[in-house]
């Protein structure tokens, strides 16, 4: 079956620290692999994707590689600033339209 | 551009109530989608249209659920009756096309509370 394994959270960074949220998934064929990102109140947004191996998702700083050989999907900043603050999903998606979500990670930054 | 329209934001009603949630999505996106987002169970899709057909209703939870989409603007999301254990956020999304080139598009929520 499909599935996405994040890291447990909450992860508290100070300003500037470098940010790793590890993702394993498990899927039937070839996924897309997404991390959203749910700012508190708010839905999630789409913060990069994925679509085949060896390609690396970036936006706003962030960047994640989809690794078919160890079936991960890292997410990973240089420099976290205050409003990173946000949780973080890792989501799968098959041929179909169903995407299979993280359980989240929740990250803090503090000035 | 208007993104995803879900409303109410918030709702708290009695146990055996009806409850009724709406989502307008993006104009022109031609797959919906009704999530639920729970602390036990992460985000779950619920159901999903395409062109105002239900696709995939297999993560509706059980015959208390219902959902429509009378048109191409609206759709909504039934409980009835209500329980306790409905308590959640429920997101609508949309995409055009549909795909992993096509991402979704979500609402705010409803955050929805059963006493």
């Known amino acids: 079956g499909n599935s996405v394994t994040q890291m447990e959270g909450p992860v508290t960074l100070s300003e500037e620290a470098f940010l790793t949220i590890n993702c394993t998934y498990t899927?039937?064929?070839?996924?897309?692999l997404f991390w959203y990102v749910q700012y508190p109140g708010e839905g999630l947004q789409l913060l990069l994707k994925?679509?085949?191996?060896?390609d690396k998702g970036s936006n706003k700083g962030f960047e994640a590689t989809y690794r078919k050989e160890t079936t991960s999907f890292h997410l990973e900043k240089g420099s976290v600033q205050v409003s990173d603050s946000a949780v973080y999903f890792c989501?799968?998606?098959?041929?179909?339209?169903?995407?299979?979500f993280g359980t989240g990670t929740r990250l803090t930054v503090i000035p | 551009d208007a993104g995803v329209i879900q409303s109410p934001r918030h709702e708290v009603t009695e146990m055996g109530q009806e409850v009724t949630l709406r989502c307008k999505p993006i104009?022109?996106?031609?797959?919906l989608f009704w999530y639920r987002q729970t602390m036990m169970r992460g985000l779950e899709l619920l159901i999903y249209?395409?062109?105002?057909?239900?696709?995939?209703d297999s993560g509706m939870p059980e015959d208390r659920f219902s959902a429509k989409m009378p048109n191409a603007s609206f759709s909504t999301l039934k409980i009835q009756p209500s329980e306790p254990r409905d308590s959640a956020v429920y997101f609508c999304?949309?995409?055009?096309?549909?795909?992993?080139?096509?991402?979704?598009?979500f609402g705010d929520g409803t955050r929805l509370s059963i006493l």
């Open positions: 999304a949309s995409s055009l096309r549909g795909g992993a080139e096509k991402p979704q598009h």
């Open positions: 899927a039937t064929g070839y996924p897309s």
């Open positions: 994925a679509t085949k191996a060896d």
């Open positions: 989501a799968l998606q098959t041929g179909a339209n169903n995407l299979f």
């Open positions: 104009s022109g996106h031609d797959y």
């Open positions: 249209f395409n062109n105002n057909v239900p696709i995939d």
